[in-house]
């Protein structure tokens, strides 16, 4: 499993349409799509923790002026498709 560059690019096209790219409106450059992962990843490695649920990570997205509909694509996203290949965070 883990990240491929076809994943990551789903995502940046997920997130693009659902306005989490740094200048809405404009295509993600390769660098911001990689940080966009690289956050998400991180999220995603706290829900398989257990740490964070989605909910919460929605509730925060949404704090930050995402609608429902944005954060309910994204989220979605992530849930299926993405969070799954993320592999755990090596132990400290």
């Given at each position: 499993m883990g990240i491929t560059d076809d994943l990551v690019q789903q995502l940046a096209e997920v997130g693009q349409v659902n306005n989490y790219g740094l200048i809405i409106e404009q295509p993600m450059t390769?660098?911001?799509?990689?940080?966009?992962?690289?956050?998400?990843?991180?999220?995603?490695?706290?829900?398989?923790?257990?740490?964070?649920?989605?909910?919460?990570?929605?509730?925060?997205?949404m704090s930050t002026g995402a609608t429902w509909e944005q954060v309910s694509e994204m989220h979605g996203f992530l849930e299926e498709s993405?969070?799954?290949?993320?592999?755990?965070?090596?132990?400290?």
């Open positions: 390769e660098f911001e799509k990689q940080g966009l992962a690289i956050g998400q990843m991180m999220n995603c490695q706290g829900v398989n923790a257990g740490d964070r649920t989605y909910e919460e990570l929605m509730q925060e997205d993405f969070c799954p290949h993320v592999l755990p965070e090596p132990a400290q």
